[in-house]
C-alpha cells in the first residue's frame, strides 16, 4: 500500500503543479504578445465609427472590463479570483452572454463525443494491433501498411471524407450540428434519435484516425512481450496458447494506458478541428466562432478549459494505470 | 557512414517512404518550370470550375474547320443535352397522357425523342396540372425540337449598324485542339476564388514543407539543446530543464499554439512566424528523448577519456556525444516536421493561418474551401488533394522514420 | 541397476534462421537416466545444450524444429505424440523445465498464484482454486518458501526468491523428469546456494524422479548430479560419473574443459590450467569428420574424414574419439 500511496501522492502533486503552470500561461501568453487585446477589440467594435468619443468610451469600457488599466500582477489575481468564482467574463459575439455560459452548454457535447471516441478508437487500435502481432504473416502485411496510411491521415481530411461519402453522396446521415436544427434540446424520443444520427459522422472519424496509431504501437509492443522469457516458460509448463495470448496482450496493453495519457493533448487537437467541420456544437466549434468573431474573452475561456479537461484525462489515466499494472508499485518500492 | 547508410536505403520502409516524399519534392520544383506565374492568380471569374481542359470558344469558331462524319455523333449529342431529369419529365408527361411506354427503353434517348415530338401537344389540358407545370413542359418541348432541328449556327460579327457573318457552324464541323489559339488545361479545376488549384496546391505544399522544416528545426534545436544541457550537465539545470519539459508535455501544445497564434494577430501572423510558434509548442519530445539518450553516454569511456584530456564542453559534446544521438535526433526531426505540417493545417482551419495574401498553404486551401462549402457543394478537386497530399506528406515522412528506427533500433526488426 | 525414467535416443532438432538456413544444434545425442539419478551436461556456451533441453520436452515452436529420435519417459515414448497431448498431459506432469533467465521467467503482471492455477488447470480442468491453494501453500512450506509469496506479483520478488519461486512451479505437478538449464548461473553465490540446496531436497523427498542439470561450471555439476555428459556442437563426446569426468577425463575436448577450470578438491592442485584455443564448428554445415578436430592438440589427417561413432568403455563410460582410451590416458600423463 506504501508504493500506491507514494505513487498517487506523486500524481496529484504534479497534477496541481501542472494546473497552476496552465492558468499561468493562460494569463501570460495573450499579455506578451505585442498587440493590445483592448484596442484590437475597440477597433473591430468601433468599426464604421467617427465619433473619437464614442470610440474612446468603447476603449474605457473594455479596458474596464478587462482590468488592463490595472497593473499586471493586480490582474492576474483578479482573473484567478474569478476563475474559482466561474467566472469567465463576457462574451463579445455573443454579447450579454456569459462565457461561463456558453462553455458549459458547449463542454458536454465536446466530452460525449470525444472521450468515447478516443477510448473506441484506443481500444479498436489495441485489437487490431494485437491481431496483426500475432497472425503476422498476410493480415500483418495487409493492416499494417493500412493502419500507418490511416494514421496519416489528418483528423479533418478524416471528417471531411466521412462528410462527403456519408452525408453528402450516400445522404445516410446528417451533413451539420449535433441535433436537427428544427429542434429544441429536450428530452424527447425523437430530439435522442436525433442527436445519435449526428453523433455518428463525428464519433467514427475520430475513432479511425486514432486506430492506426495504436495498433501501430500495440504491434510491435505485442510482438516484444510474444519473444519474452516468460512465453516460453508457460508454455514448456502446459499453458494453452490461447492463455498465454492473453497475458502477453495484457502485458501489452498496460503500457498503452500511459501511451494514450501522453498523446491524448495531440488527439483532442485533432478532434476539435474535426467538431469544426461537422459544425458539432461542441468545444471546438465554440472555439472557430470565437476566433472568428475575435471574441478574446471566450477564446481564453476555451483554451484553459481544453487544457484543464486534457490535465484531468491524464491525472485519471496515471491513476487508473497505476492500479492495474503492478509493475508501477514494484517500481515505487524500489525507489 | 557508408555502411550505416546503405543500411537505412536497404529497409524496404524507408526506401518506400524516401520515394514518396522525394516524388513529391520533384514535383513542387519541375512543375512551376511548366506552368509558371503567381499561384494565386484568379483566372476565373465564378468559383469552382471543373476539372478539365478549356478551350476559347471565340477562338475555336473562327478556327480552321474540319468534316467528321461520325456515325455516334447525333445520339452523344442529344444525351449531352437532354439532362436526367428533362428525361424523367418526359416520362413523367408520357404516364399523365396514358401513352404506352412499354416497349420504348428509357436509356435510348432518339427513341424517347421520337415519341415525345410525335405525341406532345401543348393544347392538351391535364387535370390538376399547375400553370408553372405547364409552362415547364412547353419549354421542355422548345428545347427538344431544337436538338431535332437539322440547322446550321452563324456566328455573326457586329460592324457598324449591321451584323456580318463571320462562320458558319455545322453539326459535322471538328476544330482540332491543338489549332485554338487560347486552350487551358485545369487538371484540378479551380478553387471558390476562381484560382487554378494544381498550381496553388504545388505551391501550397511547398510552403507547408518549409514551415514543417522550419517548425522542426526550431523544435529540434530547442530541445537538442535543452536534453544536452538536462542530460549532460545533470544536477540543477537536469531539475529545473526536466520540470519546465514535464509540464508542457502535459500541456497540449495545439491549445499554446491558438493561444499564441491569436495574441500574436492576423497581420504579424506570416508563414515564417507560424512555422516558428509551432517549433515553440512542440520540443517536448525531442528534449526528453535526448536527455534520455545523453544520460546513457555520459560515463561511457570515450566519453571519460575525453574528459580527463581536458577537452572544453563544447568539443566533448561535437565528438563525443553528438554523433552517437544523431540518429535519434534525425528521427525526431522527421517526426517534428510532420506534425508541424499537420499543426497549420489546423491552425489554419481554425483561421489562425499564416496571412493570406502572399502564398498559400495547405491548411489555407482546406479552410477556404470549407469556407465555400466545396465538401457540401461536390467540388471535391478543391479540397480532396489537400487532403490527399497533407496525408501522403505524413505518410511518407513517418514510413521514412519508422525505416530508421528498425535499423537502429535492432530489437524492433522483423 | 535401477528403473530407467529418461531415455533419449538419437535425437535431431534444428533451427531454422529467418533466412531459411538450417542450424543442426541438436545432432544424434542418446543417453538415460535411471530413477533417483541426476546427470549433468556441461559444454562451452554455443555447444547446444540449451538446444538439447528444450528439444527434451516434445513440444516445439520456431524457430527450433524436430528432425528425428526418441524421447521415452518411464516407458512413454512421447516423440510421436501430438503437440496438443504432450501439452496436456506431459508437460509439467512428466517432464518439467527450468529456465535459463528465471529473472523474467515469470509473467510480471500476474500472482504466483493465479499462475499456478494456470498451470494446473492446463492439466485438469476441473481443479478447485481452493485446493489448489492449499497445495501450493504446503508445497512451498516444504520447499522452505514464505507463504506470502504466492500473492506477490513477480516483479516484487528478489532475484533468488524469484529462481526459487520458478524452481517451486515447474515441480508443483511433481514432474517425473525435471530438466534445470543454468538454475544458478545468474545469481550470487548465497542464493546459489539455496536453489542447488532446494534441488537436492526436491530429489530426497520425491517430488521429482530424476534431474537433467545443464550448466557450463563443471566444479557444480560435480557436487551436483552422479553423472557427468559434456557436449560439443550438438553431439555428446563424452559421459561417466561425476568422479571420473572430473579426475579422468579421456576425450581431448573434455579434458582440456577441465584444464580449463579450477576445481577446489585435493588432487587436483598442481595441474595448469590451459584454455581450448579456436571456436566451435558452424553447425549449419557440420563438419563430416570429428567435430573437434579443428580444435584438438591430437587430431590427424584421419580424425577430419572420418565420422566417429559413440565408444563405450569402463563402467558404462563412453566416449566419441578416434584414439584408443589407454593411449589418450597416456598422452595426458606425460604432458
Avoid at chain 1, 494485437?130 to 490511416?150: E, M, N, S, T
Avoid at chain 2, 505544399?205 to 536534453?227: P, Q
Avoid at chain 2, 526531426?333 to 493570406?356: C, R
Avoid at chain 3, 476441473?126 to 506479483?153: C, M, Q, S, T, W
Wanted: hydrophobic share 45%.
Amino acid at each position: 500500500m506504501k508504493g500506491y500511496r507514494k505513487y498517487f501522492g506523486k500524481k496529484i502533486l504534479w497534477f496541481i503543479i501542472t494546473f497552476i503552470a496552465a492558468v499561468i500561461l493562460n494569463f501570460v501568453l495573450p499579455r506578451l504578445m505585442p498587440a493590445d487585446p483592448v484596442s484590437a477589440i475597440t477597433g473591430k467594435m468601433a468599426s464604421g465609427m467617427t465619433d473619437a468619443t464614442a470610440v474612446q468610451e468603447i476603449y474605457k469600457r473594455f479596458e474596464e472590463e478587462f482590468g488592463t488599466n490595472k497593473p499586471l500582477i493586480t490582474q492576474f489575481f483578479i482573473f484567478v479570483r474569478n476563475l474559482f468564482r466561474g467566472d469567465l467574463g463576457t462574451s463579445f459575439s455573443q454579447y450579454p452572454r456569459k462565457v461561463s455560459d456558453i462553455i458549459s452548454s458547449a463542454i458536454g457535447w465536446t466530452v460525449a463525443l470525444q472521450l468515447p471516441a478516443i477510448l473506441v478508437g484506443w481500444l479498436l487500435g489495441n485489437i487490431l494491433g494485437a491481431l496483426a502481432a500475432y497472425i503476422r504473416k498476410g493480415f500483418d502485411k495487409v493492416l499494417l501498411p493500412i493502419a500507418l496510411f490511416l494514421s496519416n491521415v489528418p483528423a479533418f481530411g478524416m471528417a471531411v471524407t466521412l462528410l462527403v461519402i456519408f452525408a453528402v453522396k450516400l445522404k445516410v446521415a446528417p451533413i451539420a450540428g449535433g441535433y436537427a436544427f428544427d429542434m429544441i434540446p429536450n428530452m424527447s424520443w425523437r430530439f435522442i434519435k436525433s442527436v445519435i444520427s449526428h453523433y455518428q459522422l463525428p464519433f467514427w472519424s475520430i475513432v479511425l484516425v486514432s486506430i492506426g496509431g495504436q495498433a501501430i504501437g500495440m504491434r510491435s509492443m505485442s510482438i516484444y512481450e510474444l519473444n519474452a522469457d516468460y512465453v516460453k516458460y508457460a508454455r514448456f509448463l502446459g499453458i494453452k496458447d490461447r492463455k498465454i495470448v492473453g497475458y502477453v496482450f495484457r502485458n501489452a496493453m498496460l503500457p498503452q494506458v500511459t501511451g494514450l495519457a501522453l498523446s491524448i493533448g495531440t488527439m483532442i487537437g485533432g478532434a476539435l478541428v474535426a467538431e469544426i467541420i461537422f459544425s458539432y456544437p461542441g468545444l471546438g466549434s465554440t472555439m472557430y466562432s470565437a476566433v472568428t468573431a475575435a471574441d478574446y474573452p471566450l477564446i481564453s475561456a476555451t483554451t484553459l478549459i481544453i487544457t484543464i479537461m486534457v490535465l484531468i484525462v491524464t491525472f485519471l489515466l496515471d491513476i487508473i494505470y497505476g492500479f492495474i499494472d503492478p509493475r508501477v508499485k514494484a517500481a515505487q518500492f524500489d525507489a | 557512414m557508408k555502411n550505416t547508410l546503405r543500411q537505412v536505403f536497404h529497409s524496404s520502409k524507408f526506401l518506400t517512404g524516401f520515394l514518396i516524399f522525394a516524388a513529391i519534392l520533384l514535383t513542387m520544383w519541375i512543375y512551376p518550370l511548366f506552368n509558371p506565374g503567381n499561384p494565386l492568380e484568379m483566372i476565373g471569374v465564378g468559383t469552382f470550375a471543373q476539372p478539365g481542359t478549356y478551350f476559347s470558344l471565340y477562338d475555336a469558331a473562327t478556327t480552321r474547320t474540319e468534316t467528321l462524319r461520325l456515325p455516334d455523333a447525333d445520339e452523344k449529342r442529344i444525351t449531352n443535352l437532354v439532362s436526367d431529369a428533362d428525361r424523367a419529365a418526359m416520362i413523367e408527361w408520357f404516364g399523365l397522357m396514358e401513352i404506352d411506354v412499354s416497349e420504348v427503353d428509357a436509356t435510348d434517348i432518339d427513341a424517347l425523342l421520337d415519341l415525345w415530338l410525335e405525341h406532345y401537344d401543348p393544347s392538351v389540358k391535364i387535370k390538376g396540372m399547375t400553370q408553372a407545370r405547364r409552362n415547364f413542359f412547353k419549354r421542355l418541348d422548345k428545347n427538344l425540337r431544337q436538338i431535332r432541328a437539322a440547322d446550321t449556327l452563324l456566328v455573326m460579327h457586329q460592324e457598324e449598324e449591321e451584323l456580318v457573318e463571320k462562320a458558319r457552324i455545322t453539326k459535322t464541323d471538328y476544330v482540332n485542339v491543338s489549332d485554338v489559339a487560347n486552350v487551358k488545361r485545369l487538371p484540378l479545376g479551380t478553387d471558390n476564388f476562381g484560382r487554378d488549384v494544381l498550381k496553388e496546391l504545388v505551391s501550397a505544399t511547398g510552403t507547408s514543407i518549409v514551415i514543417g522544416l522550419i517548425a522542426g528545426t526550431v523544435a529540434t534545436l530547442i530541445g537538442l539543446t535543452l536534453g544536452l544541457l538536462a542530460g549532460y550537465v545533470g544536477g540543477l539545470a537536469d531539475d529545473i530543464i526536466m520540470f519546465i519539459t514535464n509540464i508542457f508535455t502535459v500541456i497540449p501544445g495545439f491549445v499554446l499554439l491558438i493561444l499564441i497564434s491569436y495574441s500574436i494577430g492576423q497581420d504579424q501572423r506570416g508563414a515564417s512566424v507560424v512555422a516558428i510558434v509551432i517549433g515553440l509548442t512542440s520540443w517536448t519530445w525531442t528534449a526528453r528523448s535526448v536527455r534520455s539518450q545523453v544520460i546513457s553516454l555520459r560515463n561511457r569511456d570515450h566519453v571519460n577519456l575525453s574528459k580527463l584530456s581536458g577537452h572544453s564542453l563544447f568539443r566533448i559534446i561535437l565528438t563525443d556525444i553528438l554523433p552517437y544521438i544523431a540518429s535519434y535526433v534525425v528521427m525526431a526531426f522527421i517526426l517534428q516536421v510532420s506534425s508541424g505540417i499537420l499543426a497549420e493545417a489546423q491552425l489554419s482551419l481554425l483561421g489562425l493561418g499564416p496571412k493570406t495574401t502572399v502564398t498559400p498553404t495547405l491548411g489555407l486551401m482546406m479552410n477556404w474551401a470549407m469556407l465555400y462549402s466545396a465538401h457540401t457543394n461536390g467540388s471535391w478537386w478543391a479540397y480532396f488533394p489537400v487532403i490527399l497530399t497533407i496525408t501522403l506528406i505524413s505518410f511518407s515522412l513517418n514510413l521514412m522514420n519508422t525505416g530508421l528506427d528498425q535499423v537502429f533500433n535492432p530489437t524492433l526488426r522483423d | 541397476m535401477g528403473k530407467v525414467i529418461l531415455e533419449v535416443r538419437d535425437l535431431k532438432t534444428k533451427y531454422v534462421t529467418r533466412f531459411h538456413e538450417s542450424v543442426y544444434a541438436v545432432d544424434g545425442v542418446s543417453f538415460k537416466i535411471e530413477e533417483g539419478k541426476s546427470l549433468g551436461v556441461a559444454g562451452e556456451s554455443g555447444c547446444g545444450k540449451s538446444t538439447l533441453a528444450l528439444s527434451m520436452m516434445g513440444y516445439y515452436f520456431p524457430p527450433l524444429h524436430y528432425i528425428s529420435g526418441d524421447i521415452i519417459i518411464d516407458g512413454k515414448n512421447i516423440s510421436g505424440m501430438d503437440p496438443d497431448t504432450v501439452r496436456k498431459s506431459i508437460l509439467g506432469t512428466e517432464i518439467s523445465y527450468i529456465p535459463q533467465a528465471a529473472m523474467n521467467a515469470l509473467n510480471p503482471t500476474q500472482k504466483i498464484i493465479r499462475f499456478l492455477e494456470d498451470v494446473i488447470h492446463a492439466h485438469d480442468a476441473k481443479a478447485d482454486n481452493k485446493e489448489i491453494r492449499e497445495r501450493a501453500e504446503a508445497r512451498f512450506a516444504e520447499l522452505g518458501l514464505p507463504r506470502d509469496v504466492l500473492d506477490k506479483h513477480a516483479v516484487e520478488l528478489s532475484g533468488g526468491m524469484k529462481q526459487r519461486t520458478v524452481i517451486a512451479v515447474s515441480t508443483i505437478l511433481s514432474p517425473k523428469v525435471l530438466i534445470a538449464d543454468e538454475p544458478s548461473s545468474a545469481l550470487d553465490v548465497t542464493s546459489q546456494k539455496m536453489v542447488i540446496k532446494m534441488m537436492r531436497e526436491l530429489m530426497e523427498k520425491g517430488y521429482i524422479k530424476s534431474m537433467l542439470f545443464i550448466t557450463h561450471e563443471l566444479p557444480l555439476l560435480y557436487n551436483v548430479t552422479d553423472d557427468i555428459m559434456v557436449m560439443y556442437a550438438g553431439q555428446i563426446v563424452e559421459r561417466g560419473t561425476a568422479k571420473e569426468m572430473v579426475f579422468d577425463p579421456i576425450h581431448p575436448y573434455s579434458h582440456g574443459l577441465m584444464g580449463s577450470i579450477l576445481v577446489p578438491e585435493a588432487g587436483t592442485r598442481g595441474s595448469t590450467l590451459t584454455a581450448i584455443p579456436g571456436t566451435p564448428p558452424n553447425l549449419k554445415k557440420p563438419p563430416q569428420g570429428c567435430r573437434f578436430a579443428e580444435r584438438c592438440r591430437y587430431a590427424t589427417e584421419e580424425c577430419r574424414y572420418h565420422a566417429i561413432a559413440d565408444k563405450p568403455f569402463g563402467d558404462g563410460r563412453s566416449y566419441r574419439c578416434l584414439m584408443s582410451v589407454d593411449k589418450l590416458r597416456e598422452v595426458y600423463e606425460n604432458e
